[in-house]
């Protein structure tokens, strides 16, 4: 992502949404008696009113914030889709075929020459489009 194309008013509108998540994680931290975790919800929270109050100078701090997120991200997508597709469409496509049924009805004949269809009409007749213009 260019830094070009970031805009201070992005920045704060992050800020204020991670002030507002960040603040409430500290609040339940602080409320549970966690000091550990206070205290990172804290950083967070002084970063995120940090982005908040002085967007400028703060633009190289979200512009690697999103580049991790990115990059976390596409890792998150890519373990999600696996277990995806291991854990639920492999089952089910292997319970298909158990109990009968192929995803396409379809077997080759192998005395056919070809499974092309003639047609006695044009493919895509005049009269099925309505005028364009």
């Known amino acids: 992502m260019s830094s070009n194309l970031i805009n201070p008013r992005d920045i704060r509108k992050f800020g204020a ?3 507002l998540f960040f603040g409430t994680l500290l609040a339940v931290a602080v409320w549970r008696d966690q000091t550990p975790v206070a205290l990172f919800f804290g950083l967070l929270t002084l970063l995120s009113i940090g982005f908040l109050l002085m967007p400028v100078r703060m633009k190289p701090v979200y512009t690697g914030w999103l580049k ?3 990059f976390m991200g596409s890792k ?3 373990v999600m889709l696996g277990i995806i597709f291991y854990f639920v469409m492999t089952p089910a496509a292997l319970l298909k075929r158990i109990f009968g049924g192929r995803p396409l009805p379809i077997k080759p004949d192998p005395d056919t020459e070809t499974y092309w ?3 006695s009409e044009p493919a895509q007749p005049a009269e099925r489009f309505p005028k364009r213009f």
């Open 76 to 78: 998150v997508t890519l």
């Open 68 to 70: 991790i997120a990115h």
């Open 117 to 119: 269809v003639t047609r």
């Open 17 to 19: 949404i991670g002030s």
